[in-house]
């Protein structure tokens, strides 16, 4: 699976959008970037995944650039309780429906700030 | 629709010990995976179980073993503790023939080995 490359950390204003980048330079056709979250002491929780599109849910919304080698995942309204860390991943989709395993980097610790 | 459960939610071990953590998947999964998460870094994958088999596995050494049982819940076992097994454990699951879809984990064991 491809390396992601995240900054460490980044503090974004309670109310404002929190814009997290991830690179992906190495990243192949068939890979799929996720995007993780992780709250003190709890296990990581599903934010996003896209493919080449941009997609939205209920959480965020993640940006894909056209050749696929970067993404940020945005949050629109960050509170206080989005603060976590946030972790990109690259997962290989592999059509036989095989779910592989999620590697997790280091990722960026997000403070919102009151 | 109860999520991922694990238990128990923390352990303290000696070094040599044995320790066995157990994994209950949300409903409707049938696929079953651990990571180790050592303070401060991302969580590390261990291994993955899909009809009672292990079918993927990284970079852990042979003490940590793993069973998975009809009703798709699942242990983790870790023989010869050492101190550097001190971490949050970690269980994932999720629908194997669903492809690219996202993994939904526990809230963790945390083990200490003294």
């Known amino acids: 699976d491809a390396k992601t490359t995240q900054p460490p950390s980044m503090d974004c204003a309670e109310g404002r959008a929190a814009n997290l980048p991830c690179n992906h330079s190495?990243?192949?056709?068939?890979?799929?970037v996720y995007w993780y979250r992780q709250i003190h002491s709890q296990g990581p929780q599903y934010i996003i995944h896209?493919?080449?599109n941009n997609e939205t849910n209920e959480m965020a919304s993640l940006i894909i650039t056209e050749d696929r080698k970067s993404s940020t995942l945005i949050l629109p309204h960050a509170t206080l309780r989005d603060t976590a860390v946030y972790y990109c991943?690259?997962?290989?989709?592999?059509?036989?429906?095989?779910?592989?395993?999620?590697?997790f980097g280091s990722g960026t610790q997000l403070t919102v700030l009151p | 629709d109860a999520g991922v459960t694990q238990s128990p939610t923390h352990l303290i071990k000696t070094r040599g010990q044995q320790v066995t953590l157990r994994c209950s998947p949300k409903?409707?999964?049938?696929?079953v995976s651990w990571y180790q998460q050592a303070l401060g870094q991302g969580p590390q994958f261990i291994f993955q179980?899909?009809?009672?088999?292990?079918?993927q596995r990284g970079n852990f050494p042979d003490r940590f073993s793993g069973h998975q049982f009809p009703n798709y819940s699942s242990e983790l076992n870790v023989n010869a503790l050492l101190l550097g097994d001190s971490a949050l454990y970690l269980c994932?699951?999720?629908?194997?023939?669903?492809?690219?879809?996202?993994?939904?984990f526990g809230p963790g064991t945390r083990l200490t080995v003294l």
């Open positions: 994932a699951s999720s629908l194997l023939l669903a492809g690219a879809n996202e993994q939904f």
């Open positions: 190495t990243i192949s056709g068939n890979e799929y």
């Open positions: 896209g493919l080449k």
């Open positions: 991943i690259v997962r290989l989709y592999l059509s036989s429906g095989s779910a592989r395993q999620l590697t």
């Open positions: 409903s409707g999964h049938d696929t």
């Open positions: 179980y899909y009809e009672e088999e292990e079918r």
